[in-house]
């Protein structure tokens, strides 16, 4: 919970239509079984198109989600560092968001 009282948990729904991520050019995950929190679209990790990850060394912490885990992007030679992000073991106020995936640093999502 946040000092303002809010359990950050709570922050989440759903968007019941096709939604992709982008970037350089390639769709890199499409569904339309999206959960999102605080802002966040994740992707179910079977709609992530594995050929494009590659794994990174980068872990942060989230207080109420728990410990991140990071994907580079590769696409057409280039190299989008840490631009995926997942929690291989979510706490429980984030369950909703296992084995789900999400993008930011100029992934574009839809």
């Not at 982008?22 to 594995?50: C, K, L, M, Q």
């Not at 073991?89 to 574009?108: L, N, S, Y």
Request: net charge negative; charged share 25%; proline share 6%.
């Amino acid at each position: 919970m946040a000092r303002d009282g809010v359990p950050r948990g709570s922050a989440g729904g759903t968007i019941g239509r096709m939604t992709t991520a982008t970037w350089n050019g390639t769709v890199i995950a499409e569904s339309d079984d999206i959960v999102t929190v605080e802002g966040n679209a994740y992707f179910p990790r079977a709609s992530v198109r594995e050929d494009v990850l590659r794994p990174s060394s980068t872990h942060t912490t989230c207080p109420w989600k728990g410990e991140a885990s990071y994907f580079s992007l590769e696409v057409d030679g280039q190299t989008n560092p840490d631009a995926a992000w997942y929690y291989p073991a979510p706490k429980d106020a984030a369950k909703e968001i296992t084995d789900r995936v999400a993008f930011w640093r100029g992934v574009e999502v839809r």
